[in-house]
Structure formats: structure tokens, C-alpha cells
């Protein structure tokens, strides 16, 4: 019996717990299956506890409850250089006293294969991040990019099957942090490895990953593919967190099927789709995502709730526009709106109609 | 930009050549920085560089006997001391006429000091015949050499006559010979004789004893430094000031203390009887030997090794240890092929630095070292303040700072001195 296949994943943390002082826990009852090939992003903002599973995966911490599994096996009383797991440092930690051919022949040397062997790994990993000419240099003679693909190169060097990485991109400027996010997708989906994947970054989540698990207070929030966790979160943690949101508070006022009515605070009523409010009365905080407020009413259903807004500014982005609106007594409304020939620019001061489908509307937790 | 300037010396807006106006435009700052940094050049110069040179000089200087003996010097020069005859009676006589500007100016006594650490009992031959010499009349009572032998039967001896043309330059390389257990005779250089032949023991004993604590240093400061760059940062304060904490105390008192430990009577050996490891009529000896300079020097020069390696290791971020481990390097892989090389600038710079400080280290040894346990510098000290002989003194520490330039350009050669970091 493979215990990988079925329910349980290539990597399972199973209840798992974890404090430092015996008085809070950082990562709280965490259940995670990853399957194997499968690139998972742990996301979420500092202390939520993302880097302390990863570090519990990699063997650095010792999980106060619960097992984590590799392949089926409890790793949980495995050193970390026996787990043969490869992993990305937030700042490479190359080391800086070898040439980078040294450090990607380290693994390599402790594993004790012979020399021929290991020149013939070093360049072949060299060569797959476009590397192949710089062998002879120090860590220190090569720019943040290439000692980035340099720190790849010796986490995947001695083939491991899981690869760690803990926020690697974040030292590197906009444009080679995009470039690099790609040639790590697809190194990853090429060599079939699995990979678990730290960062705060949401860009770098939502571009990257087959599923993302967004972390808050020791707990996953919600685990999801990224469409799934733009389009459809599950809390108003979520929602936020994720990608640009406007958010407008209220109580439910009525519900029916899919669509309920909601007071805002204001007194205004609009449409939204209950997610995780059930009741009448129930407070709420409804998310509407900038690119989906709709101007053009004709495109609405009928009976439709509108709302009455101010423009306060009008921001021209190039392929967007953006737009702060008053709505609701919310200041701080945005609205994305494409950059076509037909698109209307909004003046500020004017007073505009706006409203949505209701199902790209949703009423959260408060 | 013209073509003209591109091929010529680039030349400033007003014509002059852009290098001159760098150069004064630079002037003003650089006075200033030197005024700011005149009082620190001052003193150095006074309290460093004038005592070291004139350390250095006086190795060589040999000025006392042509300045005592002016027509002695002038009239023995022609004299063939291989001959195996007595000089002429001219220079008994220049002699004499020498001796009675001495005698009134009281400088013979000095001379005689001096040629006595050559020739053993020409002091005396000086003081007694300065008595006599003072009666007499350089030219009434001539001839003088028969007088002078009677004086003393020494003036009679071609050896005496030979050491005093041997000595007549104003150089000598006498000191530096005697420093390194030689002498310059008229024969030429001789070793010195066997029971005086001591300094270059003490050279070697010096340079050895300092290697050994130099490395009992490394061993005992090398945990210690990388638990004060490993702990969190409240006990690794506590931890730093223990080790700072000997600073605090004066040097005397530490020794003095190991003096109290280490003795036979003391608490070590009082414990290992207790403990019966030890029977009580065969304590052991660990003071005034090396053992116990070697036990209270290294105790004192810890704090010098731990805090350079402290500083570096400060520097090394943890994430290698794991990016190692991560790589399937076992704790002592990790520790021996990431961490210890990384930490090694921070032990060179503490070998330099517990290394010189030892090799010129005088107030323990002279306390717990016995006659075993001393080092050159404790012979410096006897030469500059019981002996007298300047000279050797300095001769002994000139060469004591060459070696130790030598061992530092080693260090350079070997280990490069861009490798030594203080933090």
C-alpha cells in the first residue's frame, strides 16, 4: 500500500502544533496534504506562522504536537541532513569561503559520490539555470539574480524530490523578482518536484503556485488554487489580503438563495452573495473587487441595487484607470476600469451610478 | 571637451591643469585633518617612535671608549695585537694622559663598567689604577709602562690591550653577538663560554611557550566565543562580561592569585590530596616552572583571543549552519567545512594578537615562572635595571621586534593579513 496516493499526500502535516515559549502557539492544529509534483505557496503576513512549518519541515524546529510526513514516512525525529530535502535560503546563505562550483559540489561531496560524478551534476545544474561559465567564481563576485539561481542550482543539485524555499525572491528588484518567479515555476514543473514555497508577496503567490495556502495567526485561512482564492475567498481576511478589495460594512437584511440584501452602515442596501453569513442581522463586511464595479447600469439585472458615488480622483495607470470614489461614506472605493476607446474618464467632483452582480459581491465574516 | 583636452592633461575651467586644482582645492581639508590628528602625531612621536629609535641605537652605539680614551683610540690603532707583544710605551703613555682627564671627570668607572661585560674584572682594574694614575704627571714621571704593570699586573696582559683596540670604534656589534650567546673578541667571534651561553635558550624558550599559549588559548576560547555569538542576546551579555571581568582586575592580583592555586600549599594541590589523587608528601610543583606561566599567561590572555573570535563569529549568519545541514551535511561536516572556515579571520587576528602580547609578557613570568618559567623580556628587565648593560638590553629587544615583524610578514605570506578581522 503506496501511503502517498489517495487521501494522504506526498507531504501530510497532521495536527501540528508549535510553540516557542510554552504560552502562545504559532502555528495552531495545522492539517496540510501536498501532493507530489505539486508547486503549494504558503502565504501570509509576518508571524502568521508560514516560515515556522516550513522550518518544521525542513527539520530546523521540532513541531510541538502532531506528525508531519514525507513519502508516508514520520520525519518528525529525522535530522535535517537526513530529510534530503533541498531548500532556498532568504539570503542564498551561499557560502562565501567556496567558488560557486564548491558549494553546489558540497551536497554532492557529503553524499560522497566520486569526483566525476559530481563535475558532471555541478555542470548540469549550472547549465540549467544558465549558469554553465561562472563555476569559478565567489558567491560575492556575482549579482543578487545570479546568486539567486546559484542558490537554486545547489537546492536542486543532488536531486531532491522536495524543495523548500523561504521568501528567495525577496532581495531582488521588480523586474528580475518577475523574470525569476517564472524560470522557478517552470524549473519546478519541469523537473516534476515538489515545492512548498514562502512569501508575502500575493503577486508572487497568485503567479507561481498550483494551490496557495494563505496563513494568519497560526492557522490556514483558506486553501486554494489562486483563481479560487481571488475570486471566491472565504473571509474577509482573505479578501483583503489577496489582491486589491474594497470593503463596505453593513448587516444582512434579508436573504434569498444567492443573493442577499444588505444595509450598509450608511443605510444604503445593496446585493451581495452570502459566503459565511446565514442570518438575518448577521454583520457583515461585503467584497467587491476594484475590476468588477460596474458603471454602465444596462448591464445589470433588473431591480438591482445602485449607489450613488463621488469622484474623488482619477488616477490614469496606462492600461488602467483608476478611480477613488465615495461610496457609502467609504473614502477609499476603488474602481479599475480597462483603458478602451469607449471607457469613460470620470472627472472628480462628478457623481456617478454604480453597482455589480451580485455574485461578484460577497458578504463575509465582519 | 575638446580633442586637444582628450589628448592632453585634462585642464580645468580657468586653464590650469585639472590635477593642481584637484590638489588645492583638496589642500585646505587635508591641513585640517592633519592639525586634528597634530596632538595623537606629537605624542606618538615623543612616547613611540624617539624611545624606539633611540632603543634601537643604543644596540649599536659604542661611544664610551673613544670618548673616555681619545689618544688611547688614536695611538693603538697601528698596534698588531696578533703579534703577541705589548703595545709601545706611546700608547701606555696616551693612555695615561687619557686616564687623567677620566679620573678628574670621574668617567673611568663607567668605561670600566662597560669593558667589564666583555672581559670579567676589568672594572676593578680601572678603579684601582685611576687611583694611582691621578698622582702622577704625563710628563714627569714617563716612562709608564713598567708603572702601570706594577699598578696592576693586568696592564701587562696583550689580552687587555687587545679588548680595549677591539672595542675602540664607535659601532659595536658586541651587544647584538652577546645577545644571541656570542662575543667579539680580538680573535675574531667566538660562542660565548659554555655556562654564560643563555640567551638564545630564552629566545627559543620564549617563542615556544607563547606558541603553546597561543594555542591553549584557541582551544579554550574557541567554545566560549561562539557560545557568546550563539546565546540569546541576554546571556550572551552576562557571558561577555565574565569574560571581560579579569579586566577589571588587576594584573598583580590575578597572578598573585594563581600563585595561590597553583603552589604546593595551595588549594589545587589541597583538593587532589583531599580527593586522594595526590599523596601528601608528592604535591605536585605547578608554579614556578612554565607550567604555571603557561597556566596564569593563558589565563590572562584569553580575553584577547575570545573577543576577535566573538566579533567574527558575530558576523556569520546562522542560515549557513542550515543551509549546510539542509544540503546533508552532518553537525560536524557543517561546523568543519562552513562555519570553522569563516571563523578563522577571527583566530588569526587573536593569535596576533595574544601571541605578541606574550612573546614581550614580562610581570607573570617573573611572578609564577621560577628560573624555568622566565622569558627574554624578564632578561631585559634584569639587564635595564640590575646589570645596567643598556646595551644588551636593547640588542635583546631589537631583536625581539624583528622576529616578531618576521613572524607577522610569515603570518602575511601565509594567511594573508586581509584575513585578520577585529570584527
Given at each position: 500500500m503506496s501511503a502517498e496516493n489517495g487521501s494522504d499526500g506526498f507531504v501530510t502535516f497532521e495536527s501540528v502544533q508549535k510553540s516557542y515559549d510554552g504560552e502562545t502557539l504559532v502555528v495552531k492544529d495545522l492539517n496540510l496534504s501536498i501532493a507530489r509534483g505539486e508547486f503549494l505557496t504558503m502565504l501570509g503576513p509576518s508571524g502568521s506562522g508560514k516560515t515556522t512549518c516550513l522550518m518544521m519541515l525542513a527539520g530546523f524546529e521540532t513541531a510541538t504536537h502532531g506528525d508531519i510526513r514525507l513519502g508516508g514516512v514520520s520525519i518528525n525525529n529525522i535530522p535535517p541532513h537526513k530529510r534530503g530535502i533541498g531548500m532556498v535560503f532568504q539570503n542564498y546563505a551561499l557560502f562565501p569561503h567556496m567558488t560557486v562550483a564548491e558549494n553546489l559540489s558540497?551536497?554532492?561531496?557529503?553524499?560522497?559520490?566520486?569526483?566525476?560524478?559530481?563535475?558532471?551534476k555541478v555542470m548540469r545544474a549550472l547549465d540549467m539555470v544558465q549558469m554553465g561559465e561562472f563555476g569559478g567564481r565567489r558567491p560575492a563576485q556575482l549579482s543578487g539574480g545570479q546568486q539567486q539561481r546559484i542558490a537554486l542550482a545547489r537546492a536542486l543539485v543532488f536531486e531532491p524530490e522536495l524543495v523548500l524555499m523561504d521568501e528567495p525572491l525577496g532581495a531582488l528588484d521588480k523586474q528580475l523578482r518577475e523574470h525569476m518567479q517564472f524560470e522557478i515555476t517552470k524549473l519546478a514543473h519541469d523537473l516534476g518536484i515538489t515545492t512548498v514555497y514562502v512569501t508575502h508577496d500575493q503577486t508572487e503567490a497568485l503567479t507561481m503556485s498550483d494551490r496557495v495556502a494563505v496563513f494568519n495567526d497560526g492557522v490556514i485561512q483558506q486553501l486554494a488554487p489562486p483563481d479560487e482564492l481571488y475570486e471566491q475567498p472565504t473571509s474577509s481576511f482573505v479578501a483583503q489580503f489577496i489582491g486589491e478589495n474594497n470593503a463596505l460594512h453593513g448587516e444582512v437584511q434579508s436573504i434569498d438563495g444567492d443573493v442577499a440584501v444588505i444595509k450598509l452602515n450608511s443605510g444604503d442596501l445593496i446585493d451581495a452573495k452570502p459566503v459565511n453569513v446565514s442570518n438575518v442581522g448577521d454583520k457583515t463586511m461585503v467584497s467587491i473587487r476594484p475590476e468588477r464595479v460596474e458603471f454602465n447600469m444596462s448591464r445589470l439585472a433588473e431591480g438591482s441595487h445602485t449607489l450613488k458615488a463621488e469622484v474623488l480622483e482619477f488616477v490614469y495607470m496606462g492600461d488602467t484607470f483608476r478611480t477613488r470614489l465615495r461610496v457609502a461614506d467609504n473614502d477609499d472605493f476603488i474602481v479599475k476600469t480597462r483603458n478602451a476607446p469607449d471607457q469613460v474618464r470620470l472627472k472628480p467632483g462628478s457623481t456617478v451610478d454604480i453597482g455589480w452582480m451580485p455574485s461578484d459581491c460577497r458578504a463575509l465574516d465582519a | 571637451m575638446t580633442d586637444v583636452q582628450a589628448s592632453g592633461p585634462v585642464l580645468a575651467a580657468d586653464g590650469r591643469p585639472l590635477k593642481r586644482s584637484l590638489a588645492r582645492a583638496l589642500r585646505r581639508q587635508k591641513l585640517r585633518a592633519l592639525m586634528l590628528i597634530a596632538p595623537l602625531l606629537f605624542f606618538v612621536a615623543i612616547t613611540f617612535v624617539i624611545p624606539i629609535?633611540?632603543?634601537?641605537?643604543?644596540?649599536?652605539?659604542?661611544?664610551?671608549v673613544g670618548d673616555t680614551l681619545p689618544e688611547t683610540v688614536l695611538a693603538i690603532a697601528s698596534w698588531d695585537s696578533a703579534s703577541g707583544e705589548l703595545p709601545d710605551e706611546e700608547v701606555y703613555a696616551a693612555f695615561v694622559r687619557d686616564m687623567i682627564v677620566a679620573v678628574k671627570n670621574k668617567t673611568h668607572t663607567r668605561l670600566g663598567s662597560r669593558l667589564n661585560y666583555e672581559l670579567a674584572g676589568i672594572s676593578s682594574m680601572f678603579r684601582q689604577s685611576g687611583r694611582q694614575v691621578r698622582k702622577w704627571d704625563p710628563v714627569e714621571d714617563a716612562p709608564f709602562r713598567?708603572?702601570?704593570?706594577?699598578?696592576?699586573?693586568?696592564?701587562?696582559?696583550?689580552?687587555?690591550?687587545?679588548?680595549?683596540?677591539?672595542?675602540?670604534?664607535?659601532?659595536?656589534?658586541?651587544?647584538f653577538l652577546n645577545a644571541v650567546d656570542l662575543q667579539l673578541t680580538p680573535e675574531g667571534i667566538k660562542l660565548q663560554p659554555e655556562e654564560k651561553r643563555i640567551l638564545i635558550k630564552l629566545f627559543i624558550r620564549t617563542l615556544v611557550m607563547s606558541l603553546i599559549i597561543t594555542g591553549a588559548c584557541i582551544l579554550l576560547?574557541?567554545?566560549?566565543?561562539?557560545?557568546?555569538?550563539?546565546?540569546?542576546?541576554?546571556?550572551?551579555?552576562?557571558?561577555?562580561?565574565l569574560v571581560l571581568l579579569p579586566f577589571w582586575t588587576s594584573l598583580l592580583v590575578r597572578t598573585s592569585a594563581w600563585k595561590v592555586m597553583l603552589q604546593q600549599q595551595g588549594v589545587i594541590n589541597d583538593v587532589l590530596v583531599w580527593l586522594g589523587f595526590v599523596a601528601d608528601d608528592s604535591r605536585l610543583i605547578m608554579i614556578n616552572n612554565q607550567f604555571?606561566?603557561?597556566?596564569?599567561?593563558?589565563?590572562?590572555?584569553?580575553?584577547?583571543?575570545?573577543?576577535?573570535?566573538?566579533?567574527?563569529?558575530?558576523?556569520?549568519?546562522?542560515?549557513?549552519?542550515?543551509?549546510?545541514k539542509s544540503l546533508g551535511a552532518t553537525n560536524w561536516t557543517a561546523f568543519w567545512r562552513v562555519y570553522f572556515p569563516q571563523s578563522i579571520p577571527g583566530i588569526g587576528a587573536g593569535c596576533i594578537l595574544v601571541f605578541i602580547l606574550s612573546i614581550?609578557?614580562?610581570?607573570?613570568?617573573?611572578?609564577?615562572?621560577?628560573?624555568?618559567?622566565?622569558?627574554i623580556s624578564n632578561r631585559i628587565a634584569y639587564h635595564i635595571s640590575s646589570s645596567l648593560n643598556w646595551g644588551l638590553a636593547a640588542a635583546l629587544g631589537t631583536i625581539l621586534l624583528v622576529v616578531v615583524l618576521m613572524l607577522y610578514w610569515a603570518y602575511d605570506r601565509i594567511v594573508g593579513i586581509d584575513n585578520v578581522k577585529l570584527g
Open positions: 558540497f551536497p554532492l561531496e557529503v553524499r560522497k559520490l566520486d569526483k566525476s560524478e559530481r563535475e558532471q | 629609535g633611540s632603543m634601537l641605537f643604543r644596540s649599536i652605539e659604542n661611544n664610551i713598567d708603572k702601570l704593570i706594577d699598578v696592576h699586573k693586568g696592564w701587562g696582559e696583550v689580552s687587555t690591550w687587545a679588548l680595549i683596540q677591539t672595542y675602540s670604534g664607535p659601532y659595536t656589534s658586541g651587544y576560547g574557541y567554545p566560549v566565543a561562539w557560545l557568546l555569538a550563539n546565546l540569546p542576546t541576554r546571556k550572551a551579555n552576562l557571558l561577555l562580561i604555571g606561566t603557561i597556566v596564569a599567561m593563558t589565563h590572562i590572555l584569553l580575553p584577547f583571543m575570545i573577543l576577535p573570535m566573538f566579533s567574527v563569529m558575530q558576523t556569520i549568519p546562522p542560515s549557513y549552519l542550515r543551509a549546510a614581550g609578557y614580562y610581570i607573570t613570568p617573573e611572578i609564577v615562572g621560577g628560573t624555568k618559567g622566565v622569558f
